[in-house]
């Protein structure tokens, strides 16, 4: 068995007429993908696309063949939050500290706040000059 690795899986590959799909295991702008050749003309393929550096695939071993699917493992997981979250920390309430009913009410004495139209009417526009060449 020969392991493989490409920097590029996002579709299946031709070569010598076979087609070879790379187990996608991490994205890095393309994914990133693995493949274990059994099948002698698979292996004999593969191993002269290696060859061309512009094909982008290299020869691994079984051990680095292993890490990249425990990684790809890892990435397709299920969310499973920490126990650590579940702990109240220290000084820290779940309780709110202010609710609607305790802020200051408006005074109905004091005018209202200003509508936007008029604030905007305020602000001074001063028009673009044109740079003149020196």
């Known amino acids: 068995m020969n392991f493989y690795h490409a ?14 799909q790379f187990s996608h295991y991490e994205q890095t702008g393309t994914w990133l993908g693995v493949y274990s050749a059994t099948k002698p003309e698979e292996i004999a393929a593969l191993d002269e ?12 071993t079984a051990d680095e063949y292993q890490r990249c ?18 702990t109240p920390t220290p000084g820290v309430s779940d309780e709110p500290q202010q609710t609607v009913d305790s802020l200051p ?20 526009v001063v028009p673009l000059q044109k740079r003149t060449k020196k």
């Open 69 to 86: 699917i425990a990684i790809k493992r890892k990435a397709s997981g299920t969310y499973a939050p920490s126990l650590a979250a579940d």
């Open 105 to 124: 009410a408006l005074d109905p004495s004091e005018p209202p706040p200003a509508p936007l139209e008029t604030v905007l009417e305020a602000i001074e």
């Open 7 to 20: 920097n590029n899986s996002n579709r299946a590959i031709v070569l010598a007429g076979i087609q070879i």
């Open 49 to 60: 696309a290696v060859k061309n550096p512009k094909t982008g695939i290299t020869t691994i």
